[in-house]
Every structure is written in C-alpha cells, then in structure tokens.
C-alpha cells in the first residue's frame, strides 16, 4: 500500500479481515461447501430413486420366475395326463402296460412310479411297480394289499367318466412278495394320475392308474433354482433363495434343494423359516402347516386357490442378516381334469429370493457418491485456483502499472491484454484519469508552446491528421503495421487470421511494403510467440550457404566444418521460420525445402538421421511466382506447399491515405534517432509526400524522411528538403528499430567502385563502395552496412572471398579481425 498517501493507508489498515481474504479463498469457503451439499443431497435422492426402481426390477424378476416355474410344473403335470390318456387308447394289458412304461423311460430319462390296471377281474388286474432298478409286478392277489386303494379315491362325481383324476402327495404301500423277501412292503410318496377305461360295451370296465414320484416335482423346483435352470441369464448372487409347492388345503408339501435326485429326503426347513404351525401330517412327514396368525401366507393361500398369481414382501426373520425383507412370489399350478372343463388350480408354487442386491447397490452407490465428491473437490479447487489467478493477474498487472506510474511520473495510457469487461473498465477509467492530469499538464504549457506554434504557423499538425482519419475506419491495432486505410485494416484482418491458424503463409509484394514486418506480426499474434522466430534471407545467400544455413551440418562434414550447425529449421523447432526472397532459391534448394515441408523432416549435411521438426514456414517474395512456375525457376509443388495462406502487402500507392500516419511515426522516430526534438513538417512537404508514386514504397519512404531530417537546419521541413529524386540507400530494418542511412556522394563513389576485372556480388560491391580509403571494418560493421539481418556465415565468406581477391586486407585474429580496403598502386602513384 505504499502508492496510497498514508491516510487512506490507514484506512485499508483497518478493513476488517474477511474483507481481506484473497478471492480465491472466497471462492473455496463460498462453492465446496455448496457443492459438497449439492452432491450430498443428489446423491441421497439418487439413492432412494435408484433403490425404488432396482426394488421394482427384483420384484419383476421374482414374478417373472415364480410364473416360469408354474408353468414348467403344468407342463410336466400335463405330460403325465397326456401319457394315460394315450395309455387308455389302446389295449390294456401287462404286456402293454410293460412296453408303455420301457418306452417312456427311454425316452424320458424317467419312469412313473407305478402303473396300474384295476378291474372287477382280479385275474385281469395288473400293477407294475418302480423298485429300485427294476419294474416289479404285484401278484393279482396282493393288489388288495396297496394302500390307499386307488379305488376308493376315485370320485366320478368331480371328473366325469371320461376325466382324469389327480391326488394330492400321497405316501403309497405296495406289497412285494419275492424269494429273497417275503411279505415286506415298498413305500413311495407319489401323486396319481386316475381314469376310467371302457369296456367294449361302452361301460365302464376298470381303472387306470399312473403315479409320478413327488421327487420329479422336486427336481423341477430344484433346477429352476440352478444354474442350469431355462431362465438362468446372469450370474447371481450368493444370497439364499428357494421355491416350495404347496396345497390348496394351506400344507407346504416339500421344497427345492441344492441337487436333484432321490439322495436328499423330502424338507421344508427353509420353507417354514419364520412361521409357527403344524409341522407333519399322515403320509408326508416333511409337510408343515402355518397357523391361521399370518395372514400373509394365508391371504397368498387364498389367492391360489382363486387362480391369482401375486407377489408378497415378507419381514426377515433371521436378526442376523442386513436385508429387513424378503420377496415372496407366487402363482397357482392348473390341471385340465376333463376336457370340457376349464383347468383347476391343483397346487401352489412359491419363489423365495432373499437378494440383498438393493443394499449393495446403495452401498457401492454411497461409494460412488464419496469419490465423485472427494474428485469433485480436487477439481473444484483446482478450478477456482486457476480462476482466480485468471481473474486477479490482470488487476495485479494494473496496479504494478499503476505503481510505475506513480514512481516514475510517466502519466502515459496503460496498455495491458485484457480479458473481462470488467478490467478493461478499469483500465479504462484510470487512462482516463491519467489523460486528464496530463491534459492538465499540457494545457499549463501550451502557453509556452503556442509562442512557438505562432511562428510556425504552416506547420502540418500530423496528430490531428492522424486522428480525422481514424475516425472514418475501424482500427485493427497490429503495432508492427501502421495505418488506418481500408486496405492496410484489411491487410491486418488478414494477419490476424493467418496468425489464428498454425499453416504456412506465403506473403507477396513489392519491395519496401512490409512483408518481414507481416510475418513479424504473424508470429507476435499467433500461439508460437514464445518460441523462436528465424528469418533467412534466400537472396543473400549462394546455394551451398542457404542450404548450410537451413539444415546445418555435422562436424567434420565437410573441411571446415569443425563444429556441429544445428541449421534454421532446428533452430526454429516450435517456432516460425520465415525465408524472405524464395523466388531466388536454386532447384536444389527448392526440392529440399519441399522434402522438409511436406515431411516436417531433415537431414544434416554429414548426418544419417532424419530430425522431426515442428516449423510454421513463412515465405516471402517481391516476385510473381506464377510467372516463375510457368518458366520452369520455380517448382509448382512447393508452389502450392507454401500456398496454404496468401497475403499481400499492398504498395504504398493504393493507399495513399495512410501517409500522413507513416511520416508522423518516422519522422519521430528519426528525430528520437538524430536528436532532434520538437522537428515537425510543412503542409507543402506532406504534400509532396502524397502526390509522388513511390516506387520503393514505404522503405523508400522511410529514408526520405530520415534523410530530410539529417539534412534540415531548422525544426521544420520544408518541401525542398524533401529529396525524392535524390533517397538515400537503406536496408530491410524494422519500423521499431534504429536504422543507419549513409548518403552517398558521387565524387565517392567513383573513388570506391570495385577494381576492374575482379567479380563480386552485389553486397560486396555495395560495402566497397562505401568503405572510405584507410578505413577499417570488422565483421560486424560489414554486415551493418549490408544488411542488419545478414548472416554471420555469409559475412565472414564475403569478407574472406574480397581478401582472396585482393579487394580488402586482412589484419589481426580471432575477434580483432579488420579489413580494409587494398590502395591502388597503379601509374600514378608510382609517378608521385
């Protein structure tokens, strides 16, 4: 706080201290304990949602297998009624009996536990009996003997003499007489099947009789609660589940068990879990009765009997278990006794799932609902963490600006990235403040000035230019390009769209407009600002220079290759490299330029691996490629390759408009240079300015300023210091860097020519002619006078090829290198 005066120092001082807690702790204390409840309270509801649709979907499952598997013991109950009704068509013998029941066996898997004949002939009786292994026949005389007598229970009344009577489980007697045992007794708990057969007159002539073992049933209970069962879809869980049949009468005959066969006797211990009542009754042991106090059971007892299928939520009695209920479902097993009669409910089916897959999933929901809080969290502060410094850098930004301000006293418009309405607002308001107070300021001495103005009275006000045209165009603000015509904004919408995008960018235009400049602004703009922007310059260079200084080499790849060059691409990895001059590159670099851009890949000189390269190509040229192209100098291929983006750089001469905003920004900028302050212009010289067609564009421009303020005696130019048929040599440079004018007198330059008969390029020719006699240069000074941007490499190979020739002189070593231009010896100095 030590920018504020002490009084409102003292103020801050005393805020109280939440109002001193950073924002990003705000938003921490503010939005986890929000979003903590938030997801708490989803996940509650979410819990109680899902649990009342999983309860639905077991309750579905437990109905959809009850009813399954009442269906498959109708099945099997009606197989057996089909059985004697195919038995009863055909003649009634022990032979036939014998054959029906090997037959069914076979093909079954499975045979009845007994069938019989019974008639008023006691010699014409027959009844088979399963035992064991074997299918044993009761003599005539013992049939008497079975106990219950099928006779006796066969009542015509509710089946008609044509129906099909079915008991319920039974436990039967039958008498075996054998050798090895005599008078003993075979016992089996069986349900049968009884009907009557007609004799030849139509009437009545006996009984027959097929009975199946309760085992059967059993089995079938059993394998609907296996993995083996026709409605197995899923792995199950481990919880306990089972079915039981049971009576009209309320008695629970038997239940499912884990096997199937006869090797486990008939139970009903998981049946009667939970219930009181009457365990056991004549003839079946296993049966067991509740009492009349659970209404439940009753009330799905009654249901049956009614042909009601339905489903129950039972209490859990076992304390020990985490699941308070079970389902209980149910459905009536049907039996058709006469075919004109609608099927009967004979019997009950019950299913039992005592599945805790609802408290699991609630449990593994809890889980769930912990770690998308616990993650939630992190990310959360991450967030706000990021946010904040988002939000609080460019107001810390501010008031560092601010604070120089202060210090300093350079009340100048601050100029900061903004990225919310709000800080540009405030930014806003403290530009404002500040161009009041230097307002202020500048009205105090506009009285000295205007003094001065007065005797300058025809002095252009560049400013005032400057302004009424801003006023008439929407000003893109690209600080490497000036102006505020339509074509420059539009030459601006351009960069800023090639700089929005990652793809090469072919720049074309004449010489003097601004294409290093365009590419400058390009990198500046785009998402590889941070990283390297290399320039080469195509026509300054012989091919085995350029192709040196694009791709490097290795050491010792050649004799002077006594280090390793990484090259421009290398260089420029992650970056722009931008190639000014492309037309000028010899076919072999053309055809390594394309390798490179269409592989992003390259190869040393002296090196057998190739370098992966990530390199935005910028490519300049002052020449019509197309032309190029068509005459077979340039490659259509790396044409179209550089081709992705096209921009051109406008000449000065269609935009005429703008020179007012690029003489005000040099003429400052050499009067900064020069040190001339307060240097201002003439409306006859702006003038001037307009109506010429500048040829060399906004170089040429540029130095005929810079040459007129060199040369002006006063602080004023007028039109006759304004030498457009007379410029000064300049160089590419940037509008933001100092630049070195060297006017050249004619006297001079014919003293500097190069010798006769000796070939140099066009830099070499260009640096002897300004080097003065005795005059000595180093490296750095010839590339300053040739070109600021020239490399290092192709220097000290001008400045070594000029010594070879006998042009230059060489003196001393290493950094001390300085070259001179060689004296003249010929006739007339010899005569002096």
Known sequence: MAMFPPRISAKLNRIPAIHSLRIRTKLLLTLLPSTIIILVATGIATNWFSGQFLNEAIQRNVRLRTLALAHEVEIFLNECREDILELRQGPVTRQALNQFWHVHHSIHGWGYACVAYLTSDADKCVYLVWQGDKLTAIPPADIPLVRPDPRSRFDVSQTGQEGIAISPVVEATYPITSQEHLNTATVNRIIRFTTFIRGR????????????????????????????????????????????????????????????????????????????????????????????EHSDYWRMVNDTRQGTAGLITMPNPDPSSDADSYYMGYAPVKFRTSTDKDPAVYAGVVFVDRSRLGMWAGYRQVDVIFVIALVSTIFLSLLVYVLSRLITRPIFDLAAAVDRAQKTGDLKEIDLPTRDYETSHLIGSINGLFATISQQVEELKMKDVQLIEAAQSESVRLEEEIRALKKNFLIQDIQEILGVSPIIESLKIDILKAASVDADVLILGDTGTGKQLAAEAIHRLSNRSTRPFISINCGALDENLLMDELFGHKKGAFTEARTERRGAFLAANGGIL???????????????????????????????????????????????????????????????????????????????????????????????????????????????????????????????????????????????????????????????????????????????????????????????????????????????????????????????????????????????????????????????
């Open 201 to 292: 007159n139509g009437n009545p002539d006996g009984l027959l009789v097929l009975a199946v073992s309760v085992y059967q049933l059993r089995d079938i209970l059993t394998q609907f609660n296996s993995p083996h069962s026709p409605v197995y879809a899923f792995i199950r869980s481990q919880e306990l589940r089972y079915s039981f049949l049971f009576g009209m009468d309320g008695w629970i005959w038997f239940q499912s068990e884990e096997t199937t066969g006869r090797a486990q006797k008939l139970s009903s211990q998981l049946a009667r879990a939970g219930f009181s009542g009457t365990f056991g009754k004549p003839g079946l042991p296993s049966a067991f009765r509740p009492f009349e």
């Open 578 to 832: 931008f190639l000014d001059e492309i037309g000028t590159a010899s076919p072999k670099v053309q055809q390594s330029l394309l390798r490179a851009l269409s592989m992003r890949k390259i190869t040393p000189l002296g090196s057998d691996r190739e370098y992966d390269v990530d390199v935005r190509v910028i490519a300049a040229t002052n020449e019509n490629l197309l032309e190029l192209v068509e005459a077979g100098r340039f490659r259509e291929d790396l044409y179209y390759r550089l081709k992705v983006i096209n921009i051109t750089t406008p000449p000065l001469i269609d935009h005429c408009e703008d020179i007012p905003v690029l003489a005000n920004h040099f003429l400052k900028a050499a009067a900064s240079r020069m040190g001339k302050k307060d240097i201002s212009m003439t409306r006859g010289a702006l003038h001037k300015l307009r109506t010429y067609d500048w040829p060399g564009n906004i170089r040429e421009l540029q130095n005929c300023i810079t040459g007129a303020v060199a040369m002006a005696e006063s602080s004023l130019i007028h039109a006759r210091d304004i030498k457009l048929d007379a410029c000064p040599i300049s160089f590419p440079t940037r509008s933001e860097r100092p630049t070195a004018a060297v006017w050249l007198n004619p006297i001079d330059e014919e003293q500097h020519r190069a010798p006769d008969g000796v070939a140099l390029n066009e830099r070499q020719k260009k640096a002897v002619s300004i080097i003065s006699n005795g005059e000595e240069i180093s490296r750095s000074d010839y590339q300053k006078l040739v070109d600021p941007d020239l490399p290092r490499r192709t220097a000290v190979y001008d400045l070594q090829d000029m010594v070879k020739k006998g042009v230059l002189e060489m003196r001393g070593r290493g950094p001390a290198t300085r070259y001179r231009l060689v004296r003249d010896t010929g006739p007339n100095d010899s005569a002096k």
